[in-house]
């Protein structure tokens, strides 16, 4: 029985490898988190930036309540089922007339997942259209494995090591994913994807949640947390995340380091195991 999504939803995510938009989230609510996050900033003095642009439902209310939100977890259920851990989360910010991107990719690279059926939804807490730099994706590119990644760090480039992929993708049937601000798109893990420049005058921010079914494996060597959203984790494959109960208390802080450090160390490992078994 479905959630949330139409069967033909469902079945357009399956075979293309995305679905969108899909809304979500309501104009108070888009409020709200945007409000938390300038807040944030003007205490700090600085836009928000790694490492609290990573994982920040470990720091924050918004987007702790984000990560449990009702309507995206129906949507993700539709596509994963009913039992999801959070495996990891991102804030994307473009600032205004910037030439922020991110190459083409695919996610799930370096994450040492199996079955490869991890989801993304990507929330949009302001426009994000093809002015702002929308995301923009191969229709389909999920039914290939893994293709080799390299990176290529460039300052403008959103992923610190500008991970991409190696081969030049084609992109006659590219197509964007132009969202309103508190909707979101949904893409697979295999997806080929990428976003270019925000030529608007304004942030372009989203939220990028990874959610996988409790059923996948971990087959990194750093074993990682991931957070039990919605149902039951039958299969223990996964160091248990606590919930943020408080925001902003020194320990807080320190469980959120330590968990980024693990994140970026099974990356890294991950990079390495590709690399050997690609070259
Ligand atoms: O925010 C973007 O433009 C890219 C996001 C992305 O690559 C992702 O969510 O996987």
Redo the contacts with the bound molecule.
């Keep these: 029985m479905e959630k949330s999504l139409e069967y033909d939803q469902i079945r357009h995510y399956h075979d293309k490898g995305f679905l969108s938009p899909i809304n979500v989230l309501t104009r108070d609510e888009i409020q709200t988190f945007n409000s938390e996050i300038e807040a944030f900033e003007k205490a700090s003095g600085q836009p928000i930036d790694f490492p609290y642009k990573s994982r920040c439902h470990q720091i924050f209310s918004w987007a702790d309540t984000l990560v449990h939100h009702p309507k995206i977890l129906d949507a993700v259920e539709d596509v994963i089922g009913p039992d999801i851990l959070c495996y990891h989360a991102t804030l994307?910010i473009k600032p205004p007339q910037s030439n922020s991107f991110?190459r083409w990719?695919q996610?799930g690279t370096y994450f040492s997942l199996e079955p490869a059926v991890h989801v993304?939804a990507?929330v949009a807490l302001t426009i994000a259209d093809d002015d702002a730099?929308c995301?923009q994706v191969i229709p389909g590119s999920h039914k290939n494995e893994f293709l080799e990644h390299n990176d290529d760090s460039n300052p403008d480039n959103?992923i610190p090591r500008g991970q991409g992929l190696a081969i030049n993708v084609n992109t006659e049937h590219a197509v964007s994913m132009p969202l309103e601000a508190g909707q979101m798109s949904l893409?697979h893990t295999k997806l080929f994807?990428a976003?270019f420049n925000n030529k608007r005058d304004t942030r372009r921010i989203?939220f990028?949640i990874s959610y996988i079914p409790t059923s996948t494996k971990d087959i990194g060597k750093t074993k990682a947390h991931a957070l039990l959203v919605r149902g039951k984790d039958n299969y223990n494959n996964f160091l248990p995340e606590k919930r943020l109960i408080e925001p902003h208390t020194p320990e807080q802080y320190e469980y959120h380091l330590s968990l980024m450090k693990q994140f970026r160390k099974r990356q890294d490992e991950g990079a390495l195991f590709s690399k050997a078994h690609l070259d």
């Design positions: 994307w991110v990719h996610d993304t990507w730099g995301m959103l893409h994807h976003s989203g990028g």
